[in-house]
Nanobody, 127 residues
Framework: QVQLVESGGGLVQAGGSLRLSCAASGRTFGGYAMGWFRQAPGKEREFVIAINWSGSNTYYADSVKGRFTISRNNAKNTVYLEMNSLNAEDTAVYYC????????????????????WGQGTQVTVSS
């Protein structure tokens, strides 16, 4: 079992930056693919970004390419989401997700593909 705890959310002005962190419990964090999703009010949860166990492969939603970056520190059991050039459309609750396998799953944009979830952290971008 893996427990995920997100942090770093908050209120930021349009054009600003935030870094989210997701701390994972368990010794096998280094063997898990990790991802971030977000959910805005009244909308479905959507894929944002994902990374494989080593950090050698990353996957981005088109809406965040060039603005968001994912990284991980397996020694610290933590994955990070660096968000730049934020706009109002980025406002959402951001969720960290983990998959039991090292590679990012083929159906990674589908939330049900992922095995473990955090409780989420709110990101609000003011325009």
């Amino acid at each position: 079992q893996v427990q995920l705890v997100e942090s770093g959310g908050g209120l930021v002005q349009a054009g600003g930056s935030l870094r989210l962190s997701c701390a994972a419990s368990g010794r096998t964090f280094g063997g898990y693919a990790m991802g971030w999703f977000r959910q805005a009010p009244g909308k479905e949860r959507e894929f944002v970004i994902a990374i494989n166990w080593s950090g050698s492969n990353t996957y981005y939603a088109d809406s965040v390419k060039g603005r968001f970056t994912i990284s991980r520190n397996n020694a610290k059991n933590t994955v990070y989401l660096e968000m730049n050039s934020l706009n109002a459309e980025d406002t959402a609750v951001y969720y960290c997700a983990a998959d039991r396998y090292p590679a990012v799953p083929n159906n990674y944009p589908i939330p049900g593909t992922w095995d473990y979830w955090g409780q989420g952290t709110q990101v609000t971008v003011s325009s």
